[in-house]
């Protein structure tokens, strides 16, 4: 998983017929350095089943993992990355 | 998943049998920064169920979540890449 | 499987049911050159189970590696990531 | 899938038993620019069954996709990228 | 699959236990440049089930094929990542 801030939401009229009513969020990956945080350029466009807004910090899960968290165990997800949590804060100076 | 353009078509007479018929495209990954929108120098190769045309603005999704777009709960298609998505818009300054 | 120094914890309130009692933590990773130690930039999200602490040196495992370090053979668990070694020690110099 | 030239073909005697008979090709990743093609410093091990040759331009397939064009459907296959498609050309300039 | 230069050992007495028995390799990418071989900052950390040595040069498999490497067609492997191949030669001339 990674750790990013959304950067806003995509939208679409010609999409695979599977995505029908998935809301779509870029999100940008962060890192974090003794500098405080800074995005790593990277990137990704993620479901969200959590209703995230623009600017929150987040936790994209990917891959089998993120059609887990949208319909555990089914075979037949279309996504490959999902928003996963909504970070409040960290133990970590800099990083909430 | 991953947002990019639509740089054009390749095509091939020497392709692994389960490939024919696919139109496959190269896509240019993007990013969004206060700048605007750059490619970041990663090109996917995917393949295309939308008809997608050179220069527009598209979401990939990888692994079985592309195979999920072409075959819904298949085990066999070869493809790691497909577009799902023409992109319209986006709620992010400089990213439609 | 990367090898990566943990830097803190994430917490949230908003999460996908699914993560819900999982410890998650920031690991950046690390590689080895002849001036010893330094972070790539790359930082990941991953689960817990050895209760790692902070400025460990753990190897974490990602896709279904991960998952079957959480439940083996299970396909519906949600991570991608998994701290599954606290480093000890390494016969290469530098990289302990 | 990512686009490529073929640099040549490694050899070996020490391998996985079931990689036996399998020929594999070192592929330099390239990109294009409105420079034309550049490599990109990637470099990936790629089974071969199209019989690709040095300086080829090709496209590879990775994980399950890889192992699909070389054993559809099964899932004990070991590769986890393969050359499935020698490229002719291109609607992209400097692409083919 | 990558090509790489093995650095060396890591052990550890705090692991899943699914890894116990296990030896795991740092891995350091390579890429062939017409200036000859050199890293390219990457280290994975893979199993090595052929006996390598600190620097040998190996292909290290990912994902499920990593997994089909230790144990073919199962699916409760803990490893990502696995030396497949101890490199003997290369038609690429510096690649050897």
Redesign the interface.
Known sequence: ???GRV??????????P??AGRK?L?V?E????SDGER????????TD??D?G?GDTV?V?????????ES??S????????V?????????PG??
Do not use: H, Y
């Not at 950067?7 to 695979?16: D, H, L, N, R, S």
């Not at 962060?30 to 350095?33: A, E, H, R």
């Not at 995005?39 to 993620?46: E, F």
């Not at 075979?75 to 999902?82: E, F, G, K, P």
């Open positions: 998983m990674i750790r950067m806003g939401e995509v939208w679409a009229t010609k999409k695979a599977r995505l779509l870029l940008a962060t890192c974090v350095t995005p790593t350029g990277r990137v990704v466009v993620a089943l959590l995230a623009q936790v899960a990917f891959g089998s993992g993120a059609r887990n968290a555990p165990g075979r037949d997800v279309l996504v490959d990355a999902a996963v949590q909504v970070i409040d804060g960290s133990s970590t990083a909430d």
